[in-house]
Nanobody, 122 residues
Framework: QVQLVESGGGLVQTGGSLRLSCAAS????????MGWFRQAPGKEREFVAA????????DYADSVKGRFTISRDNAKNTVYLRMNSLKPEDTAVYYC???????????????WGQGTHVTVSS
């Protein structure tokens, strides 16, 4: 079965950086666009970034554009989210997800990981 396993979350100070990883198995990785979403306590899950199976096309939420970078290594079946200049409002559980066609709506994604916590202290 399909599994998406996130890692790399943790506690970081404002202005710091983290790199999240999501290892995929049980699917033909290059056939899927991959997305990152986040959910803060008491808030809805929101789109962060996504990229196509080739990695050539990327999409970012305005709130993270210029600070976060999504990338993938298809040889390792892994997608990454590099997060720089972190702010307290970036605190959330971050999820990776897989979809056939690049999209922003969470309910369109086919597969989800279990999430990794990111806490940015002020």
């Amino acid at each position: 079965q399909v599994q998406l396993v996130e890692s790399g979350g943790g506690l970081v100070q404002t202005g710091g950086s983290l790199r999240l990883s999501c290892a995929a198995s049980g699917l033909t990785f290059t056939n899927f666009a991959m997305g990152w979403f986040r959910q803060a306590p008491g808030k809805e899950r929101e789109f962060v970034a996504a990229l196509t199976g080739s990695g050539l096309i990327t999409d970012y939420a305005d709130s993270v554009k210029g600070r976060f970078t999504i990338s993938r290594d298809n040889a390792k079946n892994t997608v990454y989210l590099r997060m720089n200049s972190l702010k307290p409002e970036d605190t959330a559980v971050y999820y990776c997800a897989a979809i056939r066609v690049l999209a922003r709506l969470a309910n369109e994604y086919d597969y989800w990981g279990q999430g990794t916590h990111v806490t940015v202290s002020s």
